[in-house]
Nanobody, 115 residues
């Protein structure tokens, strides 16, 4: 069984930065993909960024050049550095881990971008 614990959400002004963290514990295997989705009120949940254990990344077009995903494999932790935040980035951000065809979700953390 796998558990994911997120941290780092909060309120930030437009143009500001936040870093989200997601720590995985339990039966973690070396080959996996971790990432972040987000869901704004009344909208569908969309992929923000993902990273494989080998370091390959992908991003939603809306966050490219502003967000960076990286991971510390030894800590089974994935991070999402969010810069130049915009009001439209406001959402609940949820991390996930995929391994052997199974997906585990974190509990979600609120990010609010507002002046």
């Amino acid at each position: 069984q796998v558990q994911l614990v997120e941290s780092g959400g909060g309120l930030v002004q437009p143009g500001g930065s936040l870093r989200l963290s997601c720590a995985a514990s339990g039966n973690i295997f070396s080959s996996n993909t971790m990432g972040w989705y987000r869901q704004a009120p009344g909208k569908q949940r969309d992929l923000v960024a993902a990273i494989t254990n080998g370091g390959s990344t992908r991003y939603a077009d809306s966050v490219k050049a502003r967000f960076t995903i990286f991971r510390a494999n030894a800590k089974n932790t994935v991070y999402l550095q969010m810069n130049s935040l915009r009001p439209e980035d406001t959402a609940v951000y949820s991390c996930y881990l995929d391994q052997f065809g199974s997906r585990t979700w974190g509990q979600g953390t609120q990010v609010t971008v507002s002046s």
